[in-house]
């Protein structure tokens, strides 16, 4: 469904596929968000990213490619990869069916917390050597 999430430098464009075939759906301007957050319990105004990708029209094989911009406008919470402190972060990637109604959204990827209490992988953001152009 989605391909793993994997670490990455801060400032650095992160892109990473979604592949939706499986569910035989037209997903043109549904979107897909990416959050990343230091706890599990933290507000979404808290996190220390959050990405909404819309996915362009005629999208009717079930796949694109979510490109999270190095910079950008600064916006509450961050959506670029500049502003990320280097660490270890708890993250989700969710898409919502923006053409129905109401809007349907789906977990499709996720870390944290297991039943048992055991910590599930969180993705590392790593600190850049090149700190501006």
């Known amino acids: 469904m989605v391909i793993a999430l994997r670490n990455f430098f801060r400032g650095d464009s992160k892109d990473f596929e979604v592949d939706l075939s499986d569910k035989d759906v037209d997903i043109s301007a549904d979107e897909i968000t990416l959050t990343l957050k230091v706890n599990l319990g933290d507000a979404d105004a808290d996190a220390v990213l959050q990405y909404v990708h819309i996915v362009p029209g005629g999208n009717t094989d079930g796949k694109t490619t979510v490109q999270v911009p190095a910079s950008g406008a600064d916006t509450t919470p961050p959506s670029n990869t500049s502003a990320i402190p280097p660490g270890f972060y708890h993250y989700d990637i969710q898409w919502e069916r923006t053409g129905l109604s109401p809007p349907k959204i789906e977990t499709l ?22 700190l501006g152009a």
């Open 109 to 130: 990827q996720s870390s944290g917390m297991n039943r048992d209490g055991t910590e599930l992988e969180k993705v590392q953001v790593f600190e850049d050597v090149t």
